[in-house]
Nanobody, 121 residues
């Protein structure tokens, strides 16, 4: 069965960095686009970033552009999100999601359980 397991969340100071990972199993990872999304307390789900199945192109929400970098290692079936210059407003539960196609069309069929990121001094 499809499994997406996020890790790497935690507490970071403003201006700090964290690297999230999403270990995928149960499907051919290299055949599908992947994305990161987040949900802050009391707010709706926000798409953060997406990446093509082969990693050839990436997309970012304006709120994270220039600070976050999405990447993937298809040999390791793992998706990453490098988060730099963190801000308190980045505090959220971060999810990875599997898309239905090779392109990040935001049509997800599986989600991970999430990893908490808290940015506070």
């Amino acid at each position: 069965q499809v499994q997406l397991v996020e890790s790497g969340g935690g507490l970071a100071q403003p201006g700090g960095s964290l690297r999230l990972s999403c270990a995928a199993s149960g499907f051919t990872f290299s055949s599908y686009a992947m994305s990161w999304a987040r949900q802050a307390p009391g707010k709706g789900l926000e798409w953060v970033s997406g990446i093509y199945s082969d990693g050839s192109d990436t997309y970012y929400a304006d709120s994270v552009k220039g600070r976050f970098t999405i990447s993937r290692d298809n040999a390791k079936n793992t998706l990453y999100l490098q988060m730099n210059s963190l801000k308190p407003e980045d505090t959220a539960l971060y999810y990875c999601a599997k898309d239905r196609t090779i392109a990040p069309a935001r049509e997800y069929d599986y989600w991970g359980q999430g990893t908490q990121v808290t940015v506070s001094s």
